[in-house]
């Protein structure tokens, strides 16, 4: 299971309304690639793809993850931060034995 934090939950909302796109999930996933060897992927998606993704449902937020990249994401939260180090969303993996500066790819 992933989690969220509630900075994250806020954040999520705010771009659904802010985008006008209603009845959307939040598809939280893994690719192949960046400076530690895989990637996190975001993005909005309005319907779950087949048997492949579990759907979690967290505080009104429907999150869709495709069953490959749970592998790697499983026990991780979404946060959402915003300070002077930089604005965005951020992935605490506890799968990740390492990852880089931006937080954006890690390896396992």
Do not use: H, W
């Not at 690719?31 to 087949?50: H, I």
């Amino acid at each position: 299971m992933v989690t969220l934090t509630e900075n994250a939950v806020k954040e999520i909302k705010r771009l659904i309304e802010a985008q006008n796109l209603p009845n959307v999930g939040l598809r939280m996933g893994v690719k192949g690639g960046g400076c530690s060897g895989m990637s996190y992927t975001l993005n909005f998606e309005p319907e779950v793809r087949g048997e492949q993704d579990q759907v979690f449902e967290i505080s009104g937020v429907k999150v869709i993850v495709d069953s490959k990249s749970l592998l790697y994401l499983e026990g991780t939260a979404l946060d959402y931060v915003d300070g002077l180090a930089g604005t965005g969303f951020k992935f605490v993996n506890p799968n990740a034995t390492k990852s880089c500066g931006c937080g954006s790819s890690f390896s396992v």
